[in-house]
């Protein structure tokens, strides 16, 4: 504590400041847009759940 840098004061930046948290956002981004990925159906088809009539929530659950 004895020695704070003055960029920490005082947000001004001498010599090389860099935004570590904006190039990580930035990084994984671009590893997230790297992957490919395919919309399949995946998804099972329910048709009992089409015929409900019930409110939500019926069986004590939340609505």
């Given at each position: 504590?004895?020695?704070?840098?003055?960029?920490?004061?005082?947000?001004?930046?001498?010599?090389?400041?860099?935004?570590?948290?904006?190039?990580?956002?930035?990084?994984?981004?671009?590893?997230?847009n790297?992957?490919?990925?395919?919309?399949?159906?995946?998804?099972?088809?329910?048709?009992?759940?089409?015929?409900?009539?019930?409110?939500?929530?019926?069986?004590?659950?939340?609505?």
């Open positions: 504590m004895a020695h704070i840098p003055s960029r920490d004061i005082t947000g001004r930046c001498e010599g090389e400041c860099r935004n570590l948290v904006h190039e990580g956002e930035v990084k994984r981004q671009s590893e997230i790297s992957v490919e990925y395919s919309i399949g159906s995946s998804s099972p088809s329910v048709p009992h759940a089409n015929s409900r009539n019930e409110a939500p929530g019926f069986l004590g659950g939340h609505v």
